[in-house]
């Protein structure tokens, strides 16, 4: 059964500082990775998706995958107050068949 | 605007009772899905549904059933409710094509006690 790590478990970055999140995978058949955040009260949202290897940069964020070493990570520039929130990495080895999360990272950013 | 409902936002019941946990989507999608969410164990899928009348099988079923009787409507249901299925519960619909990141509703927190 698919394995979803992420890391760090918690992360405090200063505003307009970089945060950086990590996230390990086990199965080699996974096509599909997407970034997901969750404000407390909320329902998680997608933040970004990515699914061949190397960057893809949407505004101030950045993720990258490297699927041969089962790594995917996101990169948050300039955070600001308002990123504060559990992010969650979510893969998928077939579309349909739904999601397998991470435990989340949750990233704190203070003014 | 793309958006998945449910209903109801918070659910207290006692060991032993039944609970349907409801979810609504507009969204011609294809695809709806149960995960729980629980510190220490992230989402977790429950069930999942094709479409009307289909149902599959996730990764923590036991415990819940589950029916989809229209494209729109997805049900959640505890028959027999126990403390360990004290948890908040997202609902997500999906288009079926590979680029769409599944949409999820804004829970249901149910406590068992």
């Known amino acids: 059964q698919q394995k979803v790590q992420q890391s760090p478990e918690s992360l405090i970055v200063p505003e307009g500082g970089m945060a950086s999140l990590n996230c390990t995978f086990s199965d080699r058949n996974s096509q599909y990775f997407w970034w997901y955040r969750q404000h407390s009260g909320e329902g998680p949202k997608a933040l970004m998706s990515i699914f061949s290897n190397g960057d893809k940069k949407e505004g101030r964020f950045t993720a990258h995958l490297n699927k041969a070493s089962l790594h995917v990570s996101l990169h948050i520039k300039d955070s600001q107050p308002s990123d504060s929130a559990l992010y969650f990495c979510a893969v998928s080895i077939v579309y349909a068949q739904g999601l397998t999360f991470g435990l989340g990272t949750r990233v704190s950013v203070f003014p | 605007e793309a958006a998945v409902t449910q209903s109801p936002r918070n659910k207290v019941t006692v060991t032993g009772g039944n609970v349907t946990l409801s979810c609504r989507q507009t969204?011609?999608?294809?695809?709806m899905y149960w995960y729980r969410q629980d510190t220490g164990h992230g989402l977790r899928l429950i069930h999942y549904?094709?479409?009307?009348?289909?149902?599959q099988i996730g990764d923590v079923p036991d415990g819940y059933k589950a029916t989809r009787t229209t494209q729109e409507d997805f049900f959640l249901l505890l028959e027999l409710a126990s403390p360990s299925q004290t948890s908040l519960y997202f609902c997500a619909s999906s288009g079926g094509t590979g680029g769409q990141a599944p949409l999820f509703g804004e829970g249901t927190r149910l406590s068992v006690l």
């Open positions: 969204n011609s999608h294809n695809y």
């Open positions: 549904s094709y479409g009307a009348g289909n149902l």
